[in-house]
Structure formats: C-alpha cells, structure tokens
C-alpha cells in the first residue's frame, strides 16, 4: 500500500509538471514584458545607488585595503609590462617574480631600518614641546643680526601666533608620530594582523594586474553602448593622471628623500633619516608638501645645533638658515629639473585646491587622504569637465588631445578600445536605421 501510494504521488507530480520543450513553446507565443517608464526607471537606479552607499557604510573597513590593493597594482604594472616585453617570460611568470621582490624587500626593510627610523622618530617626537619652548624664547627677545637689531619682544602679534599654535602643533605631532611609530613597530614586530592585511592587499593587486582588462572590460559593459566609448576615453586620461602622480611621486619620493639625507649628513643635522623619510613622505602633497617637510629640519637646526659638527662653529640661526637653504635648493631642483620630466603638468592643481583637498581627506580617511587628495581632484575635475561639456553640447573631449602610442600596456590599450567601441556603436546606428528604412510603412511615410 505505501509502495502504491509512493507511485501516484510520483505520477500526479510528473502531470503537473509540463515537460521542457512545452514551456519553451510556451515562452515562445507568451508577449514580451512591457518597457520600463522613466518613473520606474529612476526608482530602481535610487534603490541601487542606496544599496550601494548602504554597502560601503556596511563595510568601511575594507575599502582602506582594497584602495590600497589599486594603488599598489597600479604601480606594480608597468613594472610587470616591462620585464615581460624585455624577457622571454610569460605575462603571469613575470608577475611572480615581480611580486616575490616585493616580498623580499618587505622582509628586507623591517630588519634594516624600521629600528633606527623608530628610536629617531621617538627622539624628534619627544623634543618637540622643547623645540616650541625655545621658539617662545627666541621670539620673546631682540636679536642682531649684522649689526642691525630686531626687536621682536615689542610685536603683540608674533606671541599671540604662538600661543594659538603651540599647543596645537604638540598635539598634532604627538598623535601623528604614535601612531606612525605605532604602525612602524606593528610591521617590525610583524604582528599577526599585520601580515594578514598585507597578504590581502598583494593577493588582490595581483588579481588586478593579471585580470586587469577583463575587470575594466566588464565594469565599462555595465554603461549603455553609446556611452562606452566615452567611458574609455575617460579611462584613457584618468590613467595618465593617477599614471603621473603615483609612479612621478614615488620616483620624486625616492630622489629627494635621498638628496635630504645625503645632505643632512653632510652638515650633521641630527635625525637625518626621520628627517630624509619625512620629506620623500611630503612628496605627495604638492606645492605645499616641501614647505611642510622644512619646518621640522629648521627647528632642529635652530635647537639642536650643538649636537653638528657644523651647528657648533656658527650661531643656531646661521645654521637654520643653511638648512633652510639646502631645503630650497632641492625644491627649486626638483621643480625646474625633475617634475617636468618626471610628472609634466597632468595635474595642474592650484595649492589652495590641493590644501583644501589634503584636509578634507584628512578627515575622511587620515594620512591615506592626505597623499591621495590630489590625484582625486583631478580625477573629479576631468569628470566634472566632462559633464559640463554634455551639459553645453560641446564635444566631450577636445580634438587637440595628443594621440597615444600603441607601446604601454594599459595606456596603449585603451585607446584602442575606445575606438573600437566607437565604430560599434556606429555599425548599430547604420544597422537600425537600415531596418527602420526597410520596414513597410517607411517607404509610405518619406513619400
């Protein structure tokens, strides 16, 4: 009985379920849904901009690593590009090795110079108060200076400038300094969270670099056909953006850093390499970084400079303006030799524009902010330019653009997307207005 109770359970399950082919040919004769309205249109794409920014909130915390993992493979890439085109390596060989340097040298740094940048930041960190102590004092009473005196004692102004700065800038060094002494120390000690947050950023970077024209490919997918070609367009010029600041400032980090210490050893001032790495670090403010990265060298100049061959033999104040002078010397190098060469004028960010940005993305996401404030701006901008020349009905990009090569990896690659997309969507215009004009009626309605 249950047996034969089991088989017409089984025979009223299989009548009631049609068979494949009838709901094909069901499928086939039902009507197509009806087109969305403009209403239900801008409804789903609300809800969907929501459940984005819902997402984003949901999961702050893994955006710091992920934009770190673009950064990182946006460096990495031309590096990957030319050992392939300069070896016989294949594309995903090449990235091994590249990435197992990087690695080494993350093994390499911690060991040979987080200590000593650690016990020279802690002493820098711990002499400031004394540093604005002695700045109080020096502006508190006249100095001479060949033969002629200034009496500073007797301007209100410079005292109460200093009394609304000092404590801020204790603050500001103190709880900058912890915590980059802090996340110094973590990658000494190589904590547990530590390695696991760098292997999560050079696992997804490596990702990027290998699959990066599939990802970019299929986000560009996502805009409506008529619009992709801009959309590579877009892509072609923000790339040459973040191409000039992140790999020109990584470069220009490199050479003044090495440039400040060589020379801060030169005339003996004290804590050159904290001074060295702060000043390479202050590369990716521009305009405004160098002038920020000179303050502290001048303060140990002035209040340190017994502990200098150099200090010792001169007043503190010649030794300041020595210092001061060799800080001039590098920007004015770096601005009339490298960063044309190196950067070009990609950017072209006034400093006002670039200091507001630092401080808004200051509060946004700390120090992270503060170095990507610039090429941010410019990204918006080329946006911002590109909306208001759709709004005008003017071309969205200007004709005198230079062409690019066909030579550089995603540079090159990009523009030939572009054109490509073009010429699709040109073949679909010519391809529907061939079916409209061969439609019965059409002949009718043109005579």
């Known amino acids: 009985m249950r047996r034969q109770g089991y088989q017409n359970m089984e025979t009223e399950s299989q009548e009631l379920t049609p068979p494949a082919a009838t709901i094909e040919e069901n499928a086939g004769t039902l009507p197509a849904s009806p087109t969305w309205s403009i209403r239900t249109k801008r409804a789903v794409v609300s809800g969907l901009l929501v459940a984005l920014l819902l997402f984003f909130y949901q999961f702050r915390g893994v955006l710091i690593p992920v934009i770190m993992s673009v950064v990182v493979a946006y460096v990495v890439l031309p590096l990957v590009n ?64 060949a033969g002629f005196t200034v009496p500073l004692d007797q301007y209100p102004i410079l005292d109460q400038v200093y009394a609304s700065l000092a404590d801020n800038v204790v603050q500001i060094a103190q ?93 003996g001032l004290p804590n050159a390499l904290v001074l060295a790495l702060i000043a390479g670090i202050a590369e990716f403010i521009p305009n405004l970084g160098p002038a920020l990265a000179a303050i502290p060298a001048i303060l140990v100049a002035l209040f340190q400079s017994q502990s200098s061959w150099l200090g010792m033999n001169m007043s503190p104040l010649l030794y300041a303006v020595i210092v001061l002078g060799i800080y001039i010397l590098i920007q004015q190098v770096e601005n009339i030799v490298l960063v044309p060469r190196i950067i070009g004028r990609s950017l072209n960010l006034h400093p006002f524009v670039v200091f507001l940005g630092a401080v808004a993305g200051a509060n946004v996401a700390g120090i992270l902010g503060i170095l990507l404030a610039a090429p941010i701006l410019a ?69």
Not at 206 to 228: A, E, N
Not at 382 to 397: A, I, T
């Open 82 to 145: 030319l050992l392939h085109q300069r070896t016989r390596l294949t594309r995903t060989l090449s990235i091994v090795v590249v990435y197992l340097l990087i690695l080494a040298a993350l093994l390499a740094i911690p060991i040979t110079t987080i200590p000593s940048i650690i016990s020279e930041a802690n002493a820098l960190i711990e002499r400031t108060p004394t540093y604005l102590q002695d700045l109080g004092d020096f502006l508190s009473r006249p100095f001479t200076v």
């Open 175 to 267: 709880s900058i300094g912890r915590e980059s002494v802090n996340v110094l120390g973590n990658v000494a000690g190589a904590t547990l969270s530590t390695i696991g947050w760098i292997i999560i950023i050079l696992v997804l970077s490596f990702y990027m670099v290998k699959d990066f024209r599939q990802l970019f490919d299929s986000t560009v997918h996502l805009i409506p056909l008529p619009y992709q070609g801009d959309a590579y367009r877009l892509g072609v010029e923000i790339s040459q953006t973040w191409n000039a600041f992140l790999r020109g400032q990584l470069l220009l980090c490199l050479v003044v850093g090495t440039a400040t210490f060589i020379l801060a050893l030169m005339v």
């Open 379 to 447: 990204t918006l901008r080329l946006l911002l330019l590109y909306m208001f020349r759709k709004l005008s009905d003017l071309p969205p990009f200007p004709l005198s653009e230079p062409a690019l090569s066909r030579k550089s990896g995603a540079r090159s690659w990009l523009p030939w997307r572009a054109a490509r997309v073009s010429r699709e969507v040109a073949t679909d215009s010519r391809r529907e207005t061939a079916i409209e004009a061969s439609k019965p009626g059409a002949a009718g309605d043109q005579g």
